[in-house]
């Protein structure tokens, strides 16, 4: 391996974030994860209509790292150790 090679790979693990969804782990490659971005990795395919409820802990967040998401909200997640906990709703 060359140092470009390598550095590039450096470059590219540098933008790799490793989270957990509904305890399956996932490789994000941008720090920040929106509400709808999760509820595509957690339940692909799914009807566009459908709606999620969204929990998530150990993130980049002012209030501890726990949280709630609603749609068109997002979190930014660190390298390693953010999970999600993501939740087809039904409507009533």
């Known amino acids: 391996m060359t ?3 390598a550095e590039a790979t450096n470059k590219q693990k540098d933008k ?3 989270v957990a969804i509904n305890g399956t782990a ?3 490659h941008h720090e ?3 509400y709808e ?3 595509q990795l957690a339940y692909p ?3 566009p209509q459908a709606l999620f409820t969204v929990t998530y802990k ?3 967040a002012s209030h501890g790292g726990s949280g709630t998401l609603v749609a068109g909200e997002s979190v930014k997640v660190k390298k390693k150790g953010t999970t999600f906990n993501v939740r087809l709703s039904t409507r009533s």
Do not use: R
């Open 58 to 60: 150990n993130a980049n």
């Open 3 to 5: 140092s470009t090679t």
């Open 16 to 18: 790799e974030y490793e």
């Open 37 to 39: 971005e999760l509820g």
């Open 45 to 47: 395919g799914h009807d």
């Open 32 to 34: 920040t994860v929106t």
């Open 26 to 28: 996932h490789v994000l």
